[in-house]
């Protein structure tokens, strides 16, 4: 073992000044190793915007680190030596600087945790993975808590989670307002266009940003995405400032409208800051802090302060946790065998059905949609068409500047599209037209008509919901939840289920 500093590798999703590695080490013995490479923008083809996005927060947190007093290492993607893998450039970093050990804290996917376990045989140093408390619960603590359960659902982990955080609690350590979830509350359909709708802050790009989307611009060319809407806050302090502007305009009424729907408005009372937390920008726990003390000074409703407060401590921490306890095989299950590929209209928007042309478009625009748009639209149309849950897997993962693989991949494989089996959501999230209708304004300029099942101008998703039904009748017909569904279906007259069936062939095979 050599005399040599300590050398800290920090990922793209770990821009926090005091992650754990860095809290363990000492400035004045360490060198920061920071690495732009080639298989991270390219193991799937991310948007435009998300590549520029990471990259641009990278150079301006190590500009952060340099001025708390770090040295740091920092490679970028076009360096003329870089050799495009984390392990290749580990591997150059300890030829320059022959360090002692490596310390670096979990990355949060399994196949960048193989990487890094492999290092210590590699390189014949120490490697120390320290664990990434900037999550609640632990690997550990969330096998504990599916170790003792049939079943993994959310809404009791997220009570346990504000137990153990006295978020929304009372002193006697009830829930607030006597109930753990007010879901029911924050189901009001999109209200006509309001003048005074919050809008996010759009961010001018600095001189490193401008060079970062030079370069994305130049090298992925060929990926999804426009830059032409790039507004990402890329900095701690740029954060910190949407995230005022959503707690002091958006929060309000964020609850009731959460899962509403406008055409044209991809923003709508939504917080914008999913990339943020999740890159490492601002913290999860701080930020529900301060939304539970704006509830107790009466700015913010229960309603919404609850439902903003679920969404973090309660789906995103339990998301991970089934995605680390079920192992790297999970993005793989197909319970459903749904084998159909990827229309090409999810990379376009081009399409008739003007609610998945409004999600994929603002998608395509801003890397951006939110969690409605994502389940009910996109996700909801793969599901009763039957789409192959790798590829619908790789897009969500390429296209949403907030998508990791521990969070996508059990909001994708799990929620969006059952393929899981069940045992991330108790039901399919397959609707019809009539859902989208009453969430949202789409449905009034489609070229389809919402109220038809069979016919040139019928609404897809209505006969493609009930040929899922049919088609999926051995799978799920015995799950309580689905009963109505199937008791309706075999209500219809034979001749209405053989031409809603026809309906669905004939519009499958158009894609």
């Not at 006597?178 to 802050?201: E, T």
């Not at 502007?245 to 923003?267: H, I, N, V």
């Not at 749904?338 to 625009?365: N, S, V």
């Not at 008509?449 to 919901?465: E, Q, S, T």
């Amino acid at each position: 073992m050599t005399d040599g500093p300590l050398l800290i590798p920090v990922l793209g999703d770990q821009l926090t000044p005091d992650i754990a590695a860095l809290r363990a080490a000492h400035r004045d013995d360490s060198i920061v190793l920071m690495m732009e490479v080639a298989d991270e923008t390219a193991y799937v083809k991310h948007h435009k915007a998300k590549i520029a996005f990471i990259l641009s927060a990278m150079r301006h947190h190590a500009e952060r680190l340099h001025a708390l007093g770090w040295t740091v290492d920092y490679v970028t993607l076009d360096a003329p030596d870089n050799r495009g893998s984390f392990t290749s450039e580990v591997a150059r970093a300890v030829e320059r600087h022959q360090p002692r050990a490596i310390h670096v804290t979990e990355p949060g996917e399994w196949r960048v945790r193989s990487m890094i376990e492999s290092w210590e045989t590699r390189f014949a140093i120490p490697v120390t993975i320290h664990e990434d408390d900037r999550f609640l619960c632990s690997h550990a603590e969330f096998d504990s808590w599916a170790a003792a359960r049939n079943q993994l659902r959310m809404e009791f982990f997220y009570r346990d989670m504000r137990r153990k955080t006295g978020l929304l609690m009372t002193d006697a350590g009830e829930p607030e307002g006597g109930q753990w979830n007010y879901d029911a509350d924050n189901r009001k359909p999109a209200p006509d266009r309001d003048l005074l709708m919050p809008h996010p802050i759009r961010f001018r790009p600095d001189d490193v940003t401008q060079a970062v989307l030079d370069m994305v611009a130049d090298r992925f060319a060929d990926h999804i995405g426009s830059l032409d809407y790039f507004h990402f806050a890329v900095t701690h302090d740029e954060a910190l400032r949407q995230r005022k502007r959503f707690l002091d305009d958006a929060l309000p009424r964020f609850g009731d409208y959460q899962d509403a729907m406008l055409t044209d408005e991809p923003f709508l009372w939504h917080s914008i800051l999913s990339p943020y937390i999740n890159a490492g920008l601002l913290d999860p726990l701080d930020l529900c802090r301060e939304v539970k003390a704006r509830y107790r000074a009466g700015k913010v409703p229960l309603n919404c302060a609850e439902g903003f407060i679920r969404q973090i401590i309660g789906w995103r921490e339990y998301v991970r946790g089934v995605y680390w306890h079920e192992g790297p095989d999970y993005g793989k299950r197909n319970a459903l065998e749904a084998q159909r590929d990827l229309p090409d209209f999810y990379w376009t928007g081009e399409t008739d059905m003007h609610c998945l042309a409004q999600a994929i478009g603002q998608t395509i625009d801003h890397g951006y949609a939110h969690h409605i748009q994502r389940l009910m639209i996109t996700g909801n149309f793969a599901l009763i068409a039957g789409i192959d849950p790798h590829q619908v897997h790789v897009w969500y993962l390429e296209v949403y500047a907030d998508a990791y693989e521990w969070v996508e991949m059990p909001n994708t494989i799990g929620m969006a599209l059952f393929a899981d089996g069940g045992l991330l959501g108790s039901k399919p999230y397959a609707a019809g037209g009539a859902y989208i209708n009453r969430m949202s304004n789409y449905c009034g300029t489609c070229r389809y008509d919402v109220k038809k099942r069979v016919g040139d101008d019928a609404c897809p998703f209505n006969a493609l919901y009930w040929d899922f039904i049919a088609r999926n009748e051995r799978r799920l017909a015995r799950n309580p939840r689905m009963a109505m569904p199937y008791r309706n279906w075999q209500r219809m007259k034979e001749e209405d289920r053989a031409a809603t069936r026809k309906q669905a062939a004939r519009f499958l095979e158009s894609l």
